[in-house]
């Protein structure tokens, strides 16, 4: 970070407190949609934390994958790929709320179609 002039520690710093603001968030809104019992917030935050770890490290290393070859890189990519691809719809089908966020998929293929509109308008 010393390229950017910026300092480590104090990168650091602000890093952990927006980490720790992040899971506070998390937390509450977890509490919430679990009916604001603990047991059942500890168990859904206990599948919450690993599974977003392993997709973010996955998401890494398949943009930076590791190997001094390339045939290296590319099986690390190939089994970071298949590792995301049975990952991820495992964390969409987790999501509560599934309408109206701008991070729903559902949303991106919801077969929104140019041609009637144009049609209309000939």
Do not use: E
Not at 21 to 48: C, E, M, Q, S, V
Not at 68 to 84: E, H, K, N
């Amino acid at each position: 970070m010393t390229y950017l002039g910026v300092n480590k520690t104090i990168a650091l710093i602000f890093a952990g407190c927006v980490a720790l603001w992040l899971l506070a968030i998390l937390t509450r809104n977890t509490y919430a949609d679990n009916g604001n019992h603990p047991g059942k917030t500890a168990l859904a935050l206990f599948t919450k934390l690993p599974l977003a770890f392993i997709w973010v490290f996955n998401l890494i290393q398949m943009l930076n994958p590791g190997g001094r070859t390339a045939a290296q890189r590319a099986q690390s990519r190939g089994s970071v790929i298949l590792v995301l691809t049975l990952l991820t719809p495992v964390i969409g089908f987790l999501v509560v709320d599934k309408t109206g966020s701008f991070f729903n998929p559902k949303q991106w293929i919801s077969g929104r179609r140019v041609g009637p509109g144009i049609r209309s308008h000939l």
